[in-house]
């Protein structure tokens, strides 16, 4: 079974509206998350590194506050895309390491339309 | 600055016939290596990863990798693919120093798709 939940799954919304996206991990502790943005017929591209308990490291070129990251536990990190607009349409995508296990776990991805 | 560049972006294969997907990354330091695989409507699944040591690794469902750190690839292979294979492929890297845990950076994937 999925080790990182995601959700939603899908998501369409009107254009201005905030959307959030739940990143979990099931059954550890995960201090540090990652979310990636994956473009049709394009690489995953990582937007942000997730940090439980201080602020997300912002990758380049990323807008922090179009995309608002909270790690509040050691198992659930947040995603907000705030005032979305059509071009934040996207397949959004979170991982969690599990450090123990020294392996990287993905969600399944949740889809972004937005009106 | 990290970069991995797959040149195959979409690969049509019948079913027996041997798989070859490149992958070169751009990075002047020691790095690990990975391919995950995406099957359609599934998240991504680690295939095999480079670490060090043998530069020749195989993975589950009979792929295997080689390194080869002269040329800063990390091709994927498979003798013999078979119709449920079809997927989207992955290669990436991240700096040596993270193993398994820290930000990748992924090539753009390869779309294989394997005819019965």
């Known amino acids: 079974g999925a080790v990182v939940s995601q959700h939603p799954s899908r998501v369409i919304c009107k254009s201005g509206t905030s959307v959030k996206i739940e990143c979990r991990s099931l059954?550890?502790?995960?201090?540090?998350m990652f979310w990636y943005r994956q473009f049709p017929k394009k690489s995953l591209m990582l937007m942000a590194t997730?940090?439980?308990?201080?602020?997300?490291?912002?990758e380049q070129g990323v807008e922090k506050d179009k995309f608002l990251i909270n790690h509040a536990s050691l198992t659930l990190s947040t995603l907000t895309v705030t005032s979305a607009h059509p071009e934040d349409s996207s397949f959004y995508i979170c991982?969690?390491?599990?450090?123990?296990?020294?392996?990287?776990?993905f969600g399944a991805g949740t889809r972004l339309s937005v009106l | 600055a990290q970069s991995v560049s797959q040149h195959n972006h979409h690969v049509i294969l019948s079913e027996a016939a041997s798989l070859e997907l490149g992958c070169n990354y751009s990075?002047?330091?020691?790095?690990?290596l990975f391919w995950y695989v995406q099957y359609p409507g599934q998240h991504l699944q680690l295939l095999l990863k480079?670490?060090?040591?043998?530069?020749l690794v195989k993975g589950i469902k009979g792929f295997e990798a080689e390194f080869i750190k002269s040329k800063f690839s990390f091709n994927l292979r498979k003798p013999s693919v078979q119709w449920s294979d079809t997927a989207e492929y992955f290669c990436?890297?991240?700096?040596?120093?993270?193993?398994?845990?820290?930000?990748?950076?992924f090539g753009q994937g390869t779309t294989l798709q394997v005819k019965p």
């Open positions: 991982s969690a390491p599990n450090v123990a296990k020294n392996i990287q776990y």
């Open positions: 059954d550890f502790q995960a201090t540090t």
């Open positions: 997730s940090n439980e308990g201080s602020k997300a490291t912002y």
């Open positions: 990075y002047g330091g020691t790095v690990n």
């Open positions: 480079y670490f060090s040591g043998d530069p």
């Open positions: 990436a890297v991240n700096a040596g120093s993270s193993s398994n845990t820290g930000k990748l950076i």
